[in-house]
């Protein structure tokens, strides 16, 4: 098939890149210039384990990029990949939707074929048809369910895994307004569908929409109770990765995300649970429960730091910390649990030295314009971070941290967020979060 993606961000980049490894022809579309030269150059514009390689195979064959939105007209389907900013009280910004559908419905008018607009992006339920395929169809002249068909197609792809994800999911997720356009989609996933193990849900719209949604918050609402668990086991001297170990064996709960500490960030969970948040609101419904698993997601950074300074005054310390990315095997610093951790070590007087594998420079971007710059360094190396430094946090649990040179620390002093298996008897003090 011949398909074009609006958005060339972690999600439109990575699905064009695996479209075309499937054997699809594929366009990109994006109002960046440099993301679109990246593209066409065959490099991966974010750091995404095994992007590249399928960029490098691909770009100047099945896939390419460009900044023009009349590269649609030929294609058979256009997938929306774009973003959708949040205000502070979770609302979305549905101006890049909008503004990506007026151009789109632009670049089809006058076509006589029709064409087949998927929504990827997550939404909260009636965007797609009332948003996106309004504007198309007003813009455009096509009608819906007519020469315009619409679909809902959430992506489930976690960064650091989004490629893997991808290619074998658990599930791919259908919501469309005709039986010709699901089947169109069923067609571009046929191969991912006949694989063993993947499971096909087809719906309608508003579901598809509400599945995302539901997906995510359901998760986030795992980590935050193992998180609220792992915290009354800390109170209790109990291992709380001994307990959730066991808890984890019952079939009806799995050893999945039983992981207890900092808690969750990135760019899914925070923005998803705050949405649906928003929008139970805006339909006159109070979620108390998704209220709590915020509240007790934010609380752990403090309670993070809070441990640390029972062992170390902050006040004029230096406190190294330990991976600054959301998760391992990503560069996507948006939300961190870390930065997190840094402002509130800040805010106690407390100078920091900060590593990451990968996410130094976005992290060095993030502070740069603020007035806390002059009180965070950064260093490449994980001995230079750790040399001297009074004590350290470790936030995000990339696999290089499991042999740490604590012998250059002045203070040998680790509280561990993440539980990485560090060598606590070379430490005068090792903390973890929960256990």
């Given at each position: ?32 210039e ?14 995404e ?64 074929s ?66 010709d ?26 579901a ?76 006159g ?15 752990q ?8 300074a ?40 407390a ?26 360094s ?13 004590g350290?946090?470790l936030a ?15 203070g040998?002093?680790?509280v ?20």
């Open positions: 098939m011949y398909v074009s993606i609006v958005g060339s961000g972690y999600v439109g980049t990575t699905v064009a890149a695996c479209l075309a490894d499937l054997g699809h022809e594929v366009v990109n579309v994006d109002i960046d440099g993301i679109v030269s990246s593209i066409n150059a065959g490099e991966a514009p974010i750091h384990p095994g992007l590249a390689p399928l960029l490098d195979e691909h770009a100047g064959g099945r896939l390419r990029a460009t900044t023009e939105y009349d590269a649609v007209v030929d294609t058979d389907l256009t997938m929306l990949c774009l973003p959708t900013p949040q205000a502070d009280d979770g609302t979305l910004d549905l101006g890049p939707m909008r503004a990506a559908s007026e151009a789109l419905g632009e670049a089809l008018a006058g076509t006589d029709g064409h087949l607009v998927v929504v990827k992006s997550t939404v909260l339920p009636g965007t797609t048809e009332d948003v996106v395929g309004s504007t198309v169809a007003e813009v455009s002249g096509l009608a819906v369910g007519d020469t315009l068909e619409l679909a809902m197609n959430p992506e489930f792809l976690r960064m650091g895994t989004a490629v893997t994800d991808f290619q074998e999911p658990d599930k791919v997720v259908v919501g469309a307004t005709s039986e356009a699901a089947t169109r989609l069923r067609d571009l996933y046929a191969p991912i569908l006949a694989r063993e193990g993947t499971n096909y849900v087809e719906t309608d719209v508003r598809a929409e509400l599945i995302k949604y539901a997906n995510n918050a359901f998760l986030a609402a795992k980590v935050s109770l193992v998180n609220e668990l792992g915290n009354v086991a800390k109170a209790y001297d109990a291992d709380a990765y001994e307990v959730l170990e066991a808890v984890g064996l019952d079939d009806r709960i799995s050893d999945r995300f039983m992981r207890s500490g900092l808690g969750w960030g990135g760019s899914c969970f925070p923005k998803d649970v705050n949405a649906i948040r928003a929008g139970a609101r805006e339909q419904y109070d979620p108390e429960l998704l209220d709590a698993v915020v509240a007790v997601n934010d609380g950074p403090d309670r993070l730091v809070s441990l640390l029972e062992h170390v005054d902050l006040e004029g310390a230096t406190i190294t910390v330990l991976g600054l990315s959301f998760k391992p095997h990503t560069d996507d610093i948006r939300k961190s649990r870390s930065l997190e951790v840094i402002d509130r070590l800040l805010a106690r007087g100078s920091v030295v900060a590593h990451d594998p990968v996410a130094i420079e976005n992290v060095r971007d993030y502070y740069a314009e603020t007035d806390r710059s002059d009180s965070i950064f260093d490449d190396s994980i001995e230079g971070a750790l040399s001297g430094a009074d350290a946090v995000t649990d990339w696999p290089a941290y499991e042999q740490l040179p604590v012998e250059v620390m002045g040998r002093i680790l561990d967020g993440r539980r990485v298996d560090v060598d606590r008897d070379e430490l005068d003090v090792y903390e973890g979060l929960t256990w």
